[in-house]
T-cell receptor
Framework: TQLLEQSPQFLSIQEGENLTVYCNSS?????LQWYRQEPGEGPVLLVT?????EVKKLKRLTFQFGDARKDSSLHITAAQTGDTGLYLC?????????FGTGTSLTVIP | DAGVIQSPRHEVTEMGQEVTLRCKPI?????LFWYRQTMMRGLELLIY????????DSGMPEDRFSAKMPNASFSTLKIQPSEPRDSAVYFC?????????????FGPGTRLTVL
């Protein structure tokens, strides 16, 4: 059973396009994080959101935490080839921690 | 700081053999996590420690898996006996600040192949 479901599972887009990745759950999380993982490496943290409704921007990336703290989204504007990688959401549910199912993004030049 | 160090980077073994994976967390970090990543199941948390004490081991697949953290600078994950379905990349991560919400720093992983 996966507590955090991400969609889409795979995404292939042209450079310059916009995209949104979703992370959904039926459980409430005290915080949600987004990580990016490149082949052969461990995940690297992009952002942490802790307040329901919170929106954080990191250059071309916009992260939102749902009002009920059950879901989150990652929006990338004008995607670049360097954005290619596996995007993982992760949530803190008290004494337990979960990673999402992942979204594999490929940006084509 | 050198970051989280894992060894070995690659391990190939035969079914039934014992496998020991090692991790040195970042100095001063009070949380240590062991994960397993496969294409089928994604990134799964196996166990995590806080101040060297196991807090949640509900992700450990079965009794063949065991993890220890004898001190703040070293942890091991042991599989005995190993099976082909244990083949995966095993990551160790560490964090500090007393909360699961803090940034986790991952090691480079150990790619395990059980034949």
């Amino acid at each position: 059973t996966q507590l955090l479901e991400q969609s889409p599972q795979f995404l292939s887009i042209q450079e310059g396009e916009n995209l949104t990745v979703y992370c959904n759950s039926s459980s409430v999380f005290s915080s949600l994080q987004w990580y990016r993982q490149e082949p052969g490496e461990g995940p690297v943290l992009l952002v942490t959101v802790v307040t329901g409704g919170e929106v954080k921007k990191l250059k071309r990336l916009t992260f939102q935490f749902g009002d009920a703290r059950k879901d989150s989204s990652l929006h990338i504007t004008a995607a670049q080839t360097g954005d290619t990688g596996l995007y993982l959401c992760a949530g803190d549910a008290g004494n337990q921690f979960y990673f999402g199912t992942g979204t594999s993004l490929t940006v084509i030049p | 700081d050198a970051g989280v160090i894992q060894s070995p980077r690659h391990e190939v073994t035969e079914m039934g053999q014992e496998v020991t994976l090692r991790c040195k967390p970042i100095s001063g970090h009070d949380y240590l996590f062991w994960y397993r990543q496969t294409m089928m199941r994604g990134l799964e948390l196996l166990i995590y420690f806080n101040n060297n004490v196991p807090i949640d081991d509900s992700g450990m697949p079965e009794d063949r898996f065991s993890a220890k953290m004898p001190n703040a600078s070293f942890s091991t994950l042991k599989i005995q006996p190993s099976e082909p379905r244990d083949s995966a990349v095993y990551f160790c991560a560490s964090s500090n600040g007393g909360s699961l919400s803090n940034e986790q720093f991952f090691g480079p992983g150990t790619r395990l192949t059980v034949l």
